[in-house]
């Protein structure tokens, strides 16, 4: 399995960017995908994630009504629609793939790390002016 994160960038402080994360090597339809980002000398953290089907997003509550996750299944990508970006989120962002198929979790559970087995290289975000 391979994960490849892109469109990161250095961006103003309330504007936009979109990430993308391309995964390969296994159907991706049938896993939880999720984002995480780590801050220049913080932990990482979570971010949001997806459910399989697409039915069910989770958010940070830093980012809740700010970012926005989606997939497409037909060109196996999970994006990150991040939108009014502040220089706190500025950080290395990971897209993070589950290790078993088809699986439905309680909520706490896509907020762990320990969920995703895979993870993608990361790209930068840098809000600043």
């Known amino acids: 399995v391979q994960l490849q994160a892109s469109g990161g960038g250095l961006v103003q402080p309330g504007g936009s960017l979109r990430l993308s994360c391309v995964a390969s090597?296994?159907?991706?339809?049938?896993?939880?995908m999720g984002w995480f980002r780590r801050a220049p000398g913080k932990e990482r953290e979570f971010v949001a994630a997806i459910s399989w089907s697409g039915g069910s997003t989770f958010y940070a509550d830093s980012v809740k009504g700010r970012f926005t996750i989606s997939r497409d299944d037909a060109k196996n990508t999970v994006y990150l629609q991040m939108n009014s970006l502040k220089p706190e989120d500025t950080a290395v962002y990971y897209c993070?793939?589950?290790?078993?198929?088809?699986?439905?979790?309680?909520?706490?559970?896509?907020?762990?790390?320990?969920?995703?087995?895979?993870w993608g290289q990361g790209t930068l975000v840098t809000v600043s002016s």
């Open positions: 993070g793939q589950d290790k078993s198929p088809r699986r439905t979790y309680i909520a706490s559970r896509y907020y762990s790390s320990s969920l995703y087995e895979y």
């Open positions: 090597g296994r159907t991706f339809s049938n896993y939880v």
